[in-house]
């Protein structure tokens, strides 16, 4: 199965966790998750004080969701 995901809003994006965590149950072979563009991945150089690099918590949370 193929689980095209977008990230844009923070509402989408709980919706489809939501669907990640319930899709393991319904017995699928295979699982391909795929992320077409990830916004957070443009704040992972963290040069300055202050910024937080978001996409590792953000990759975390996806992974922790399809056990």
Do not use: Y
Not at 27 to 55: F, M, Q, Y
């Amino acid at each position: 199965m193929l689980f095209l995901m977008s990230i844009s809003s923070k509402e989408l994006f709980c919706e489809q966790l939501c669907m990640l965590m319930v899709l393991p149950r319904q017995k699928i072979r295979s699982l391909t998750i795929l992320v077409p563009w990830l916004g957070p991945a443009t704040h992972e150089r963290v040069n300055r004080d202050g910024v937080l690099a978001t996409v590792e918590p953000l990759l975390k949370i996806l992974s922790s969701c399809c056990r």
